[in-house]
C-alpha cells in the first residue's frame, strides 16, 4: 500500500505564492502519474495538475500560475503556486496511479492512492 504525505498548506493572502509537497512512501524505477486535485466547501474535487507520462498536464484555471515538478527519485512531487487568488481556497490532495501513462488523468477515479490533504486559503 502506497503512503502519500502531503505538506505545505496555509493562510496566505491574495497575490501570495505557496509551495506543496507530497511524498510517497514507494519508490519506482519509472515514474508513476502523480498529481494535485483539490475540493472547496460544498464544491467536488477537480483537478489540478499532474505529473503525466514525464510531463506536466494542468487545468485551464492554473495554467500560468503553477507549476508542478517532480524529483529525480520519482517519489515527490511539487506544487508551485503562484499568483493565488481567493478562488484556489481549498483542501489539496495529493493523488498518485499505478500507471506510467493515464489518458484520463483529469479523473479522480484513475488515481489509486490519495494523500490525507493539505488546507489552503487564500484571504482577499
Known amino acids: 500500500q502506497v503512503q502519500l504525505a502531503e505538506s505545505g498548506g496555509g493562510l496566505v493572502q491574495a497575490g501570495d505564492s505557496l509551495r506543496l509537497s507530497c511524498v510517497a512512501s514507494?519508490?519506482?524505477?519509472?515514474?508513476?502519474?502523480m498529481g494535485w486535485f483539490r475540493q472547496a466547501p460544498g464544491q467536488e474535487r477537480e483537478f489540478v495538475a499532474t505529473?503525466?507520462?514525464?510531463?506536466?498536464y494542468y487545468s485551464d484555471f492554473v495554467k500560468g500560475r503553477f507549476t508542478i515538478s517532480m524529483n529525480s527519485a520519482k517519489n515527490t512531487v511539487f506544487l508551485d503556486m503562484n499568483s493565488l487568488k481567493p478562488e484556489d481556497t481549498a483542501v489539496y490532495f495529493c493523488?498518485?496511479?499505478?500507471?506510467?501513462?493515464?489518458?484520463?488523468?483529469?479523473?479522480?477515479?484513475?488515481?489509486?492512492?490519495w494523500g490525507q490533504g493539505t488546507q489552503v486559503t487564500v484571504s482577499s
Open positions: 514507494e519508490r519506482t524505477s519509472s515514474s508513476r502519474v
Open positions: 493523488a498518485r496511479s499505478s500507471f506510467n501513462f493515464l489518458n484520463n488523468y483529469y479523473r479522480s477515479s484513475e488515481y489509486e492512492y
Open positions: 505529473m503525466n507520462g514525464g510531463f506536466p
